[in-house]
């Protein structure tokens, strides 16, 4: 039985990942990784965000998702008539993320760039594992994890889309598909792929879901005030923009 790794990694994204119909509003891709240490999540990450949803719903049944907090849609419609409430919900969730302890590695793909260079451009989803990997794998040996099993839990989004990404991933981690002038040797890690509804009201899931818009609207508004970012700009490692 392969020995189990000392690390958690959750994945969600920001953006449409297609390119026949890219959005002027939102012309990029966002995948992040967010990587905690189990025993952190278990011990702060987990309770801080059932403390959190106690507070402000009375129980644990909520699904913290990005866009249904930004525009205000249920459950969390009472934030619309109430400016103070929100302001400190706002302010709450931000203390949570600052507090809890792990590492994000955002890709930012920019299809409207990818489109403009390349004739055959790869799937935006794919690239973003791949260069996702790349510095996650950087993070995992440094910490001292060569041949323990790691889990990476993918966002749910439909049956072709998560068989054609473990295709992907499994391409990439298990026959160490090669991509690039880099030689990354992904032998050396043991990745385990899942897929989970966000309905499972995982607070890994939830977590990374919060990461990646405020990235994103940095990349194109790096002038705007991003309170969010300014939080997760301390957790980055190996921020990538591509291409």
Avoid: W
């Amino acid at each position: 039985m392969t020995e189990k790794g000392d690390y958690i990694v959750y994945v969600d994204e920001s953006g449409d990942h297609g390119l026949k119909n890219i959005d002027n509003n939102y012309p990029i891709f966002v995948l992040t990784f967010c990587c905690f240490k189990v025993s952190d999540y278990i011990e702060q990450a987990v309770p801080e965000l059932q403390r959190f949803k106690f507070k402000y719903f009375g129980h644990d049944q909520i699904v913290l998702h990005e866009i249904d907090i930004r525009k205000t849609k249920e459950p969390f419609k009472f934030l619309r008539t109430n400016r103070e409430l929100r302001e400190n919900f706002m302010s709450d969730l931000s203390k949570i993320i600052e507090k809890i302890p792990f590492q994000i590695v955002p890709i930012v793909i920019d299809k409207r760039k990818l489109m403009s260079k390349y004739n055959k451009p790869f799937n935006p989803y794919h690239l973003g594992l791949r260069f996702g990997l790349e510095k996650l794998n950087q993070i995992l040996l440094y910490n001292g994890q060569e041949g323990k099993e790691i889990s990476l839990i993918f966002e749910k989004r439909g049956n072709n889309e998560d068989k054609d990404l473990e295709l992907e991933f499994l391409r990439i981690c298990t026959e160490n598909e090669q991509f690039g002038y880099k030689n990354i040797n992904f032998g050396k890690m043991v990745y385990k792929f899942l897929i989970s509804d966000k309905k499972t009201n995982s607070s890994g899931l939830q977590l990374a879901d919060l990461t990646a818009r405020p990235i994103g609207l940095k990349y194109l508004k790096p002038s705007q005030v991003n309170r969010a970012y300014d939080i997760i700009e301390k957790k980055k490692f190996g921020y990538k923009v591509f291409p």
